[in-house]
Structures are given as C-alpha cells and as structure tokens.
C-alpha cells in the first residue's frame, strides 16, 4: 500500500492518529506503560523481585502489587526472556516464583509454535461460537465494582495482574457460560502483551482445560486481593458473585493431537544470499533481535500488516506502544516503515529475519523468503517431549 514516514518520540499518538486512522476502533490514547527498547530497560532496571512471591496476585491497591508490568516489553522482544531470567536478582523464593513465571511463559510459546492455531480450537463452546460474539459489556458488567475496576484497567492501560485477567476469563466463561474464544478475542484487543499463546493458555487454564479444574472466581478472592472494592459496589448486598459458581465440567483438552505427545518443527529455511535489510516485526522489536545483533549496520524495515490488523481491532494503546517501539528504535537504527501486506510490500526483497515461534510469521516468511534466518532466542530450547501441559513439558526439558 505504501511507505510511510517514521514515527517520531514524543508523538507518536499522533502519527498513529495520522497514518493508522483506516485501522482504528477507538480514540487513539497512550498507555502509562510506554514503549521502546529505552523504557523497557528503564523498567527491568527498576523493577525489584523483593516480595514478588506473595504480592504478584494483589490486584488492588496498585501500591499493594508485586507484579512487574514488564510483559508488554516481554511480548514484544524488546526484554528477552533469557536477558529477564539473567538479570532479575533478590531473594531466592522471591527469584524462583518470578522464573516459574517467565517458565509459562516459554511454555504457551513452546505449546503455539508446536500445534500453532489449533490451539484455539475449543469443543465445549463452539456452538457459542457460530452465534454471534457476546458483547464486551454483557460479559464483563459494569455494575459490579470488582469487574468494572479491572476492566476500566484493562481498556485504559492495555495491561492487568494475571490474577486479575483470570477473574474476567472466569467471569465470562465459568460462571457466564460463554465461550472462551470470544473472552479471548475480546481481551486480545486491548492487552499490550497479546499474545495468542499466553493469552490461550490463560483462558484454557481458566475454564480448566489444562487442569481438570475450572478457576471459579468468587467474592473471596476480591476481597483478599483488591480489599475495601466490595465496600464501594453498589451490589454489596446482593453480590452476584457471592458464592462459589456452581459446579462446573472442566472443559475438554481443545485437541487430540498427537504432536502433543511428540513432535518437532522444522526451523524456518533460509533462501541463502547477503541480506540488504533487516525485517523486523512486533514478535521481536528490541535490540537483542538476532537478526538485528547480526547485521548491526544494515537497515530496518516494519511492516503494519493492514489486512491482520483490521480483521483484530486491536486497542489503539497497542497501535501507540508499536509505534513507540519504532520512534526509539529509529534513533539508533535507519529504519523504513510501511502498510500493507507484508508478503506484497516486502516482495522480491533480500531481507535477514529471526524465526518467530508463530504460525503468522511463519506463513508470511514462506512466503517472503528471507535470504537468511536468525534463531529464536528460546529460554529452553525446544525438545521433542510432552507439551500436554506445563508440568510435562518442563519435565522433558529437565528443568
Ligand atoms: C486469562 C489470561 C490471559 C492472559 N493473557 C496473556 C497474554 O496475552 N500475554 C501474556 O504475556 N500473558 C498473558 N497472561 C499471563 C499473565 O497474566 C501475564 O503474563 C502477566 O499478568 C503479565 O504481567 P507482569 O509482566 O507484571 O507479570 P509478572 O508476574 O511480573 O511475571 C513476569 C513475566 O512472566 C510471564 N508470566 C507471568 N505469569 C504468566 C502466566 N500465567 N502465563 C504466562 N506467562 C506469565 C510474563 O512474561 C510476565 O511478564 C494471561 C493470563 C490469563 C489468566
């Protein structure tokens, strides 16, 4: 479609506003969380493990969380995972409970670059899913002070605690009986750290396919992690949340697949040649990108994949923080932008590239044909063993 000019820092809402505006569904606003590979160093930097242990569940007060908001830079390549495990030093137990984290989170990427998109298969609510989507509000009312406190969070900021995230997805699935996929979707667009694998995981995890046990979310657990909310919410007596949701069947594993049990995925092949650009996506924006580190001098280019991006209606918090990536990264790298479609906008190009664990990229790399691919920088690099769940996978991988 075309070439655009690179986003500045300092404004890119702006340029988002100007050169996006096609692919916007809602006012374009930043998050407090801002990106950029400078930021993202600036939070590792900061964020102290101390406590982390026995705060990462509070959800309310914010001073009260031990999380460390760093999964929008995690997401998006500019904080490694390896680097992450590496540099986050404290107390062991508080280390330990940060890596078993950053474990899941090699996990949901081992289980989607094994099986890809059939991850989101779902059994038990696919005929939910032929009806139309449940609408946001339906499903997430905002008349219950718990819900709309984190859902206001999660719109604004693009961003929420895992504990949090796991009170919506119960909300809507558990308790709401509706299906996960349109849950998914739905916190999809407005999470900076989107990512269909983790973000698969989590609602799996929620309705209990990977466990055999439904996450219920209850009146309980808001009043532990987010004390004094239940005061303030005009359902105080008659919460609908009250009691435990009723017994409900776990949902089914989505897949009988066998590459599960077993499998391996073939390393995306290089067309051989000398690169003359490097192409870069949102699956690894940062200065660690392999491909990046072993060109440091030719030029970047990004592509807005204008087809992906209209069929998710991402939040434009998500539009912002890309852009923010790209105005810091051009202040160290030349740096080409365009929309469009990927595989027509970087067509008959010799570009370097690193093999993102993701079927989209995947595709779009068959396609492209990058004359030379970097290896993902895997935490654990992949094995052939169980990715049935998180426990037999780290079993295999001996960790
Ligand atoms: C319904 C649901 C949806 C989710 N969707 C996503 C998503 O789209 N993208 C995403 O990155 N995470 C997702 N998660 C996992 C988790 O909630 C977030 O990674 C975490 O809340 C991010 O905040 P943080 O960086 O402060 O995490 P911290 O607690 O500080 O953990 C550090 C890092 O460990 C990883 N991590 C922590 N908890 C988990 C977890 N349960 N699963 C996988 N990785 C984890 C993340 O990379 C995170 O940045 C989801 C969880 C649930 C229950």
């Known amino acids: ?73 995690i997401r998006h390549g500019l904080l490694t995972l390896p680097r992450v495990w590496r540099d986050v030093r404290g107390p062991s137990a508080d280390v330990a409970k940060f890596r078993d ?31 139309a989507p449940a609408p946001e509000r339906a499903g997430w009312p905002d008349d219950m002070a718990c819900v709309a406190l984190v859902t206001r969070e999660l719109r604004d900021e693009g961003w929420l605690p895992n504990q949090a995230r796991m009170w919506l997805a119960s909300h809507w699935s558990v308790r709401g009986g ?79 697949d066998p590459r599960l049990r077993r499998g391996t995925v073939e390393p995306t092949a290089a067309e051989g040649g000398i690169p003359d650009q490097v192409w870069i996506t949102a699956e690894s924006l940062g200065d660690d990108d392999p491909a990046l580190r072993a060109y440091p001098h030719l030029p970047a280019v990004f592509v807005w994949d204008a087809p992906l991006l209209a069929r998710l209606r991402l939040s434009s918090v998500r539009l912002v923080f890309l852009a923010e990536c790209l105005a810091d990264l051009s202040t160290r790298r030349e740096l080409e932008v365009r ?36 290896e993902w920088p895997w935490l654990v690099p992949p094995h052939g063993g169980p990715v049935t769940s998180f426990t037999a996978w780290r079993r295999s991988a001996r960790i």
């Open 339 to 374: 929309v469009g479609e990927p595989t027509v906008e970087l067509a008959g190009r010799r570009l370097a590239a690193t093999d993102a664990p993701v079927p989209g990229w995947r595709s779009r790399a068959a396609a492209v044909g990058p004359v030379a691919v970097e």
């Open 1 to 73: 479609m075309s070439d655009l000019p690179v986003p500045t820092v300092g404004d890119e809402a702006g340029w988002v506003r100007e050169h996006l505006g096609a692919l916007l569904v809602d006012e374009v606003r930043p998050s407090s969380i801002r990106g950029g590979q400078t930021l993202a160093d600036a939070a590792l930097a900061a964020f102290d493990v101390a406590g982390y242990a026995n705060r990462r569940n509070e959800v309310w007060p914010v001073a009260a969380r031990g999380a460390s908001r760093l999964s929008p830079y």
């Open 178 to 256: 509706r299906g996960w996929r349109d849950g998914e979707d739905l916190m999809f667009r407005h999470l900076l750290d989107g990512s269909r694998a983790a973000n698969r995981v989590g609602w799996q995890w929620t309705v209990g396919a990977l466990t055999g046990k439904p996450y219920g979310f209850s009146r309980q657990q808001v009043e532990r992690r987010a004390p004094g909310v239940c005061g303030t919410c005009a359902l105080k007596s008659q919460c609908p949340i009250q009691q435990w949701p009723d017994d409900h069947e776990p949902e089914p594993r989505p897949m009988a």
């Open 101 to 131: 984290e950053l474990l899941w989170q090699e996990y949901a990427r081992h289980l989607y670059f094994r099986v890809g998109l059939e991850m989101g298969r779902s059994l038990r609510f696919s005929v939910l899913e032929r009806g």
